[in-house]
């Protein structure tokens, strides 16, 4: 196993690891300046912990870049031109 994931529902025992390169210990991985944190794993698969803590609706996920390759194709689009629509009114 190279990686690992402990979740939590409560959200205050949530960790990452990674198995290091030397192979004999897991490390915890780190996110990136945005707090992503990127599976080396799974290319392409990546999240913020403190999203899977709030949850935040599928129309914010959608327009957020970290989850930008998971939005149903049409999506996206679809939650912005709502957003443009409502600011006008």
Avoid: C, W
């Amino acid at each position: 196993m190279k990686e690992y994931y402990i979740l939590d529902p409560k959200g205050d025992n949530m960790r990452f690891y990674r198995l290091a390169p030397a192979k004999d210990f897991y490390g915890e991985i780190p996110p990136d300046e945005r707090q992503v944190i990127r599976s080396e794993t799974l290319p392409g698969f990546q999240f913020r912990s403190q999203d899977l803590r709030s949850q935040p609706d599928l129309a914010e996920l959608a327009l957020d870049e970290a989850y930008a390759g998971y939005v149903i194709p049409g999506y996206r689009e679809a939650v912005t031109a709502r957003r443009v629509a409502e600011e006008r009114v």
